[in-house]
């Protein structure tokens, strides 16, 4: 599967952003989806991750409450929805994929990943 973040851009702090992964040469029902974002002179860092079907989500606690990752499979698309956007939050962003297994939060157990797209806020 080859995968495509995209939706990034510039927005001041408290403003909502939506991102999304776009995934072609595959099927994404059958991956499990993490995303990731790394912020200047920092290591990426594990934002969220959806299972297959979208039942099961997991957030990092610096974005909990305010970002929602769901996906629909029918378009082959999973999304990032920011809310509440904080100057903290300026990374390029990544979505990762796992095939026939569950999401994890450690990068290293993902086997696909896309071109990030940056997200910069402003205070």
């Known amino acids: 599967v080859q995968l495509q973040a995209s939706g990034g851009g510039l927005v001041q702090a408290g403003d909502s952003l939506r991102l999304s992964c776009t995934a072609s040469?595959?099927?994404?029902?059958?991956?499990?989806i993490g995303w990731f974002r790394q912020a200047p002179g920092k290591d990426r860092e594990f934002v969220g991750k959806?299972?297959?079907?979208?039942?099961?989500?997991d957030y990092d606690d610096s974005v909990k409450g305010r970002f929602t990752i769901s996906r629909d499979n029918s378009k082959n698309m999973v999304y990032l929805q920011m809310n509440s956007l904080e100057p903290e939050d300026t990374a390029v962003y990544y979505c990762a994929a796992r095939h026939y297994a569950s999401p994890a939060r450690e990068e290293e157990l993902y086997g696909y990943w896309g071109q990030g797209t940056l997200v910069t806020v402003s205070s």
């Open positions: 959806i299972n297959w079907g979208g039942s099961r989500t």
């Open positions: 040469a595959g099927n994404i029902s059958t991956y499990a």
